[in-house]
């Protein structure tokens, strides 16, 4: 029997038992577990992960810890390192260098401090080049089709043979996993064609755009892969309260300003009613009835209506998708992912005197991109894009270099120079065996420095194969930086060895 609960944990801890410690921890009831006994819990998973080399403990801390997440906790030099730490062992180093800033905000005991520092030393080094213990996205995407491949054979037979939805989506979650640890999808009851898709998440288009870019042979022989869930105007969804079908949700619209979109307002009274926020449940009955590309697209507003609109002024959820349809159905974004991710904003970044040639991408005068999170979190020196796909294994990031002879050209003959120096180096890595790992979202001109933005899926490899291109190109400047403030940029004109 133990007597002090306290004592024991501590000699457990010291003995590198961290199974007892949790055992014991969640045999407790409910109002026993404080929340220093939390933190004891959590530090005990973080343990166990590296004993049992199990990373799904590091994810069970995370958890434990946000169990107690409040403005005490959050202020705490030990839960902010405890999380950290667990990030920190899951190649999540934007996140963990947060959590470990906040602990030595907390002025922590110096052994706990120094290590602290140690690894948001690791971090920042990590994010300036990132590395992946589980490989790069890439890599990842490799695995996922293989045991994708090696599957689908009895795969398609639960299918042929009618077995349950559950069964068969278990199987395939097994190998998309790999690449995707929380996909979404549907698999049709009577085909061979698996619907990819977001939920909500727009940042995994491009992701998915590669993923099915390396799709083998062998599997495209027999099945079929599509971005974005499909249309359902007939729909019925009941969130608790009971069923809403399409037919009875009343939908009026406007048009934006420029109409390329339309702001929805939806009504339903159970819309009102339960738990769930009321915009998630209008936010999936859309995304349903229209199909998930179409609101992706077209929709930029849903708003949830408390009074139910004049019926002049309305009409059914089930017919907004035809209405779309009038609208945009011969737009070249219409549920096609490729147009939708080619789509470009212009902006340019206000002039700021102050700054120096290596303060990359803060000198930029005019600029286009595909991704304008990306420029616009660069700008407000926020990371949350940078940290979302760097879970996956993917990097956002850009080469700056010069351009030469530019101060000596007219305007025109400048804009071609640039304009060809760009497609010189994107066609260079387009074409090259280590280079082709990246999808080019923008570019950039500023005071000092013509920048190329890309999404890469294997960094080592995109950098591999622009340091060969920057070797043979004249210039005396040429550098790679990951969307981020907070890092150092790499010199690509550094000779070998």
Known sequence: MIKDIHEQIAEWHENNEPAKIIKLLESLPPHKLTNERVGWLARAYNNLAAQDDNPEHYETAIRVLESVRDEATEKDELWNHRMGFALYQLDREGEAAEYFIRTLEGEPYESLAADTKEMLADCYKYLAFPRYTKGSFADRVEKAWEAFAEQEAEL???????????????????????????????????????????????????????????????????WKFSVGRTANPDLYVDFGEGVISAEEVLVYFTKDEGGESISVGVYHPLLLEGDSP????????????????VNTEFISVINVLEEAPSEEDSFKLSELRDMLAMLYSKDPRWENIDVILQGTMNYRFGDQEDIEPTDLRLD??????????????????????????????????FFAFDVPGLDEMEE?????????ACTTLE?????????????????AVGRFHVYVDFLAFDIQKVCDAAFEFFKQYDTSFAAFQTYRRDVDFFNMKKTEG
């Not at 005019?366 to 940290?387: C, Y």
């Not at 387009?430 to 923008?442: L, V, W």
């Open 412 to 420: 025109a003959e400048r804009e071609a120079a640039i304009d060809a």
């Open 278 to 293: 009321a915009w998630w449940r209008a936010e999936v009955l859309v995304d349903n009835a229209v199909g998930e590309l």
């Open 364 to 397: 930029i005068q005019t600029g286009t991109t595909t991704i304008p999170r990306f420029v616009s979190e660069f700008a407000k020196d926020e990371s949350g894009l940078m940290n979302f796909f760097h879970r996956f294994g993917c990097v956002g990031g």
């Open 156 to 222: 398609r037979q639960l299918v042929d043979n009618g077995a349950s939805g559950d069964e068969i989506q278990e199987l395939a979650f097994s190998s998309l996993k790999l690449a995707f640890p929380n996909l979404a999808f549907e698999i049709g009851s009577q085909n061979y064609h698996i619907i990819l898709s977001a939920d909500g998440t727009w940042m995994l288009y491009p992701l998915f755009r590669f993923f099915l870019s390396r799709m083998p042979e062998s599997v495209r022989e027999h």
């Open 427 to 443: 066609n260079y890595l387009r074409t090259h065996p280590k280079g082709n790992y990246a999808d080019f979202i923008g570019r």
